[in-house]
């Protein structure tokens, strides 16, 4: 069984639809991309996984359990979280209190037991910022630790939400162009930050205009053009594969 199951997933603004009877299968330690030119439905396709969409029509499974109609803090508790394209960090927070609001859905203290601060509480609250610590240090940030997310440089901001995203412990990481911004040695080092990522047990679906970074580290690749799926396969198949070539690669050798 696949980790992540899409099947005939769809969903219209008024006669458009963005996203058009599109399945494939997402398997636990794969990093799998999704291309396409602009319009294709990439973002949509995302909103929909995550939940911040409802589809129309069609399914989707994690792990064999139905996630489509749920809410978005529903999908992250079931282990699916995700970063933006545009990033959206709390600016006046600290590096590290912006990791640790991705920790929430690993802290389990209720209302009253948060409130009385108990020592189990405390705890608890100091394994939580070792846990992201231990991330800061992981993706070599833990010198801006103290330092408020809107004095970081983009490449910087984009670690940090890197880092919040892998804060949530996820099953499944949903990356959104995450190249978007960076200069080339950013690029090359997020290639091997996203290998080390599947390394360590996550599985990655991401979507990116950058071809380069996606033939390099994708093991599959789902190609979509005006809300449909055109191809699906390894990348020396799609990049061989005519209707890919005329949609997308043609469009971007142009």
């Known amino acids: 069984m696949a980790l992540l199951e899409v099947r005939g ?17 997402v398997h636990a330690g794969q990093i799998k991309a999704v291309i396409g030119p602009n319009g294709a439905g990439k973002t949509t396709l ?14 989707l499974s994690l792990d064999g359990r139905p996630i489509h109609g749920l809410a978005p803090y529903q999908v992250a508790r079931l282990g699916v979280c995700r970063t933006y394209q545009n990033i959206k960090l709390c600016a006046n927070l600290s590096v590290l209190d912006n990791v640790l609001l991705g920790r929430h859905r690993c802290d389990h203290t209720g209302l009253l037991a948060g409130m009385v601060r108990l020592g189990g509480v ?7 910022r070792q846990k992201a610590a231990e991330l800061l240090a992981f993706l070599g940030i833990a010198d ?3 330092v408020d997310a809107a004095n970081l440089a983009f490449g910087q901001q984009r670690a940090v939400e890197f880092a919040r ?3 949530a412990e996820p099953r499944l990481l949903l990356l959104d162009e995450p190249a978007a911004g960076l ?12 290998r080390q990522i599947r390394d360590r047990g996550v ?7 950058d071809m380069s970074l996606i033939m390099q580290i994708s093991d599959e690749i789902v190609v979509l053009s005006s809300g449909r799926r055109i191809a699906e396969g390894a990348p020396r198949q799609v ?5 890919v070539i005329r949609v997308y690669l043609g469009e971007e050798d142009a």
Not at 14 to 22: H, K, S, T
Not at 203 to 209: Q, S
């Open 9 to 25: 997933i769809g969903r219209s603004f008024g006669g458009l639809r963005a996203v058009d009877e599109v399945s494939f299968d």
């Open 46 to 59: 995302f909103n929909l996984i995550a939940g911040s969409l409802r589809p129309d029509r069609g399914t």
């Open 122 to 128: 405390r705890r608890r609250e100091q394994q939580q």
């Open 144 to 146: 801006w630790a103290e």
């Open 165 to 167: 995203a892998l804060a």
């Open 183 to 194: 200069n080339m040695r950013e690029t090359a080092a997020l290639a091997d930050l996203i």
């Open 203 to 209: 599985t990655v679906l991401i979507v990116e205009h």
């Open 239 to 243: 990049q061989q594969d005519p209707e």
